[in-house]
C-alpha cells in the first residue's frame, strides 16, 4: 500500500516537472514568463503537498493497520516455526545431545590440528569422552583417546631379538609421553586421563 503510493507520488511529481519544463519553453514573452513561472510554481507545491495532507488526514492509521497486518503475519510465522523446531528436536534427538555432539566433534577437530601442527610427520585421530555444562560452561574430561599414525610410508622392519624389541617400545612410549605431555599442557587436561595408540595402518 505505501509502496504503491510512493510509486503513484513519484509518477505524479516527474510528470509535472515535465510539464512545468515544456510550458517553460513554449511559453512567448518575458513578462508572461513570470506570471507563468509562478503558476506552475504553485502547481508544483500543491503535488508535492497533496501526499503529505492525504497522510496527516488519513494516513496515520492506515499505517497503524498496516504494522498489525504485519504483526499478525509475523506472530503466526514464528508459531509455525517454533512447531517445526520443536517437531525436528523431538525427531532427532534432545537440543543438549546435538549441541554436546557438535562440541565434541569441534573438540576432536582441534585436537588434531593442534597435534599436526606440533608433529607434522604424523596424523591423529582424537576421541573424547566428556560431561559439558552448557549453562555454566564446564567440561569435565573422563577420557581423551588419542590415536597415532605417520604420514610417511615407513620401511619394513627387520625381525629382531626380544632386547631389540623392548628397545623400539620404550622409543615409542617415549614419544607417547611427550604427546600426552603437550596435549596436558595445551588443553589443561589430567595426563592420567589422556591415553595414547598407534592407528593401524
Do not use: H, W
Request: hydrophobic share 35%; glycine share 4%.
Amino acid at each position: 500500500m505505501f509502496i504503491e503510493n510512493l510509486k503513484n507520488f513519484v509518477t505524479t511529481l516527474v510528470t509535472m516537472l515535465i510539464f512545468i519544463s515544456a510550458v517553460e519553453l513554449i511559453s512567448p514573452n518575458n513578462k508572461m514568463k513570470k506570471y507563468i513561472k509562478f503558476i506552475l510554481g504553485l502547481i508544483l507545491i500543491t503535488v508535492i503537498l497533496n501526499p503529505i495532507l492525504q497522510f496527516i488526514s488519513n494516513g496515520g492509521q492506515s499505517v497503524v493497520d498496516n504494522i498489525k497486518n504485519y504483526e499478525e503475519v509475523f506472530s503466526k510465522n514464528e508459531n509455525k516455526t517454533d512447531v517445526g523446531n520443536m517437531n525436528i528436536v523431538k525427531n532427532n534427538e534432545d537440543e543438549g545431545e546435538v549441541r554436546k555432539k557438535a562440541f565434541i566433534n569441534n573438540f576432536n577437530k582441534n585436537c588434531d590440528s593442534l597435534l599436526k601442527k606440533q608433529y607434522k610427520d604424523s596424523q591423529f585421530k582424537s576421541e573424547i569422552d566428556c560431561d559439558v555444562d552448557f549453562t555454566n560452561i564446564t567440561l569435565n574430561v573422563k577420557r581423551l583417546r588419542i590415536g597415532v599414525g605417520e604420514n610417511k610410508i615407513n620401511k619394513i622392519k627387520k625381525i629382531v631379538i626380544n632386547d631389540e624389541v623392548k628397545n623400539s617400545t620404550k622409543e615409542e612410549n617415549k614419544e607417547y609421553t611427550e604427546i600426552i605431555n603437550f596435549v596436558s599442557s595445551e588443553l589443561n587436561i589430567p595426563k592420567d586421563k589422556i591415553e595414547v595408540y598407534k592407528l593401524e595402518e
